[in-house]
């Protein structure tokens, strides 16, 4: 019996010890008795072919001609293949809630739309007056709306409109031209009478005919230099130009300054803006020296928390602080007198705050980027008695404390009054 192969460094024997061996055939023992040879037959004579027919000759092939050359065949392509398509994602459980919920909510409706009480109550709604007095009504109010804005627009209410928008159009270029201001121009509280003079036009339309501003009292204003202690309204600082402008025009004031805080005073373009028409940066140094020039000072004590009021509390005065308003006054010996303004909540009223703390802004408010033409109503009640106080009394809590409160009572009952009497936002 041969033996399996060694392996070794050849390569072609690698792997031999793995593979079965292969059997070795043993031979059979011979017999020893002698075996007769066969006999050889003879061979039998192979059958003849019969002779072929000669082959005719092959047909030629016609040449085709393919794009301008002549050629002999054109050669087939093979058939094409094509791609077994990819099976269909199998929709999620997300998709396959939403697809029987849909199911299920249709056939609910078409359940309900063909029931026996939803064909009453249809018939009913159609039956009842008042849907059918709409339906009669309903051409001719179309009809008068459609007379009435063409009539508007044609008529004198058109052309009145028109010269709004013409004398808004003159008032904003005429505050657009302005050349950069001189130092021997501006004050030492940073107001600039070149910006007053360009923005007056302004001003005054946004008295005039937007906002229609109406003033009650204004006579109660004492002679000489006083403080005027006003409620904040609205996110855009527009009460301090609507009270400068009041002031100016209705009270005869045209020196009159307003205090606006520090958020606002350094704000971007805005701060600098309001400083050049006259807003000063609320601190008791500024204001003990205007007040000491004799000049009419304008505060609004709630700061922050008065322009931070959301919309659906409107007119409703926050803390006046710590009464710095009241010492300040005692100080100074000015009278104290409180005034009231309603409508810039609704010409500019916060709908929301959105976080953003950027440029050094609490967050930014949602509220129209143009203020909305309301009415606005000015009012100046009676000056707050400080008989029988002296400058002294300034360092007391209690009676800063009581000063404080009776200023803010008397603010707070007059907007009451105000709002109840207001029949609409835009008639007053």
């Excluded at 309603?342 to 949602?366: D, M, N, R, T």
Aim: glycine share 6%; with cysteine; aromatic share 4%.
């Amino acid at each position: 019996m041969a033996k399996a192969p060694v392996l070794g460094n050849d390569p072609f024997l690698r792997g031999a010890a793995i593979r079965p061996p292969e059997p070795v055939l043993v031979p059979e023992p011979e017999s020893k008795a002698p075996v007769p040879e066969p006999q050889q037959a003879a061979p039998k004579p192979k059958p003849q072919k019969p002779a072929r027919k000669p082959r005719a000759a092959r047909k030629p092939k016609p040449s085709r001609v393919f794009e301008g050359e002549l050629i002999d065949e054109i050669p087939r392509l093979p058939p094409a293949t094509i791609a077994p398509q990819a099976p269909a994602p199998v929709p999620g459980w997300f998709e396959q809630a939403r697809a029987a919920g849909t199911s299920l909510a249709g056939k609910a409706m078409e359940s309900i739309l063909a029931s026996a009480f939803a064909q009453r109550a249809v018939q009913s709604v159609l039956a009842n007056s008042v849907t059918q007095l709409a339906m009669r009504l309903l051409p001719p109010a179309v009809n008068a709306t459609r007379g009435a804005i063409s009539s508007m627009v044609s008529g004198e209410a058109g052309r009145s409109l028109v010269a709004t928008a013409v004398e808004a159009s003159a008032a904003i270029k005429q505050a657009a031209m302005k050349s950069e201001p001189s130092l021997s121009e501006v004050d030492a509280f940073g107001e600039d009478p070149t910006v007053i003079s360009r923005a007056e036009p302004l001003l005054d339309f946004l008295h005039d005919r937007w906002f229609r501003v109406h003033v009650l009292e204004p006579e109660r204003l004492p002679r000489g230099a006083c403080l005027l202690v006003c409620n904040h309204s609205g996110v855009l600082p527009l009460d301090g130009l609507m009270i400068r402008t009041v002031l100016r025009r209705d009270c005869h004031r045209p020196d009159a300054r307003w205090l606006v805080e520090d958020a606002l005073f350094h704000a971007p373009i805005v701060g600098t803006l309001l400083n050049r028409l006259g807003a000063v940066r609320a601190c008791p140094e500024n204001a003990s020296r205007l007040l000491e020039e004799g000049v009419s000072l304008a505060v609004f004590p709630e700061g922050l928390l008065g322009t931070s009021k959301t919309v659906g509390r409107r007119y409703q005065l926050q803390r006046f602080g710590r009464g710095g308003f009241v010492k300040l006054a005692l100080r100074a010996k000015v009278p104290i007198v409180p005034v009231a303004i309603v409508g810039a909540e609704e010409a500019s009223p916060l709908l929301a705050k959105i976080p953003f703390k950027a440029l050094g802004l609490q967050y930014l408010p949602l509220t129209p980027l143009v203020p909305l033409p309301t009415r606005w109503t000015v009012s100046f009640l009676e000056p707050i008695s400080l008989k029988g106080c002296s400058p002294r009394d300034a360092e007391d809590p209690s009676e800063v404390a009581r000063l404080t409160g009776e200023t803010r009572d008397a603010i707070q009952r007059e907007l009451v009054r105000l709002v109840k009497e207001r029949q609409s936002l835009l008639a007053g």
